[in-house]
Nanobody, 115 residues
Framework: QVQLVESGGGLVQPGGSLRLSCAAS????????MGWHRQAPGEQRDVVAT???????IYVDSVKGRFTISRDSAKNTIYLQMNSLKPEDTAIYYC?????????WGQGTQVTVSS
C-alpha cells in the first residue's frame, strides 16, 4: 500500500507563492502517473496537474502559466510550485498516484489565498 504525505500548504496573500511537496513511501516506480487534485468547500475534487513517466505534464486551464509540477524520482517526491496565487486557488490540495487503474491520495494540505 502506497502512502503519500503532503506538506507546504498555508496562508498566503493574493499574488504570492507556495510550494507543495508530496513524499511517497516505499519504492515508487516513476512509470506511474502522479499529480495533484484540489477540493474547495462545497465543490468536487478536480485535477490540477499530472506528471507522467516521460515527464509529460498536463495542467487544468485555470493554473497554466502559474503552477509547475515536478518530480524527484530519487526522493520519491513530487512538487507543485504555485505562483501568482488567487483567492479561487483556495482549497485542500491532495497528492495522488495512479497505479493499475486505482487512485491513492494523501491526507491533503490546506492552501488559503486571502488578504
Amino acid at each position: 500500500q502506497v502512502q503519500l504525505v503532503e506538506s507546504g500548504g498555508g496562508l498566503v496573500q493574493p499574488g504570492g507563492s507556495l510550494r507543495l511537496s508530496c513524499a511517497a513511501s516505499g519504492s515508487i516506480s516513476s512509470i506511474w502517473p502522479m499529480g495533484w487534485h484540489r477540493q474547495a468547500p462545497g465543490e468536487q475534487r478536480d485535477v490540477v496537474a499530472t506528471i507522467f513517466r516521460d515527464n509529460k505534464k498536463i495542467y487544468v486551464d485555470s493554473v497554466k502559466g502559474r503552477f509547475t509540477i515536478s518530480r524527484d524520482s530519487a526522493k520519491n517526491t513530487i512538487y507543485l510550485q504555485m505562483n501568482s496565487l488567487k483567492p479561487e486557488d483556495t482549497a485542500i490540495y491532495y497528492c495522488y498516484i495512479y497505479i493499475n487503474n486505482t487512485f491513492s491520495w494523501g491526507q491533503g494540505t490546506q492552501v488559503t489565498v486571502s488578504s
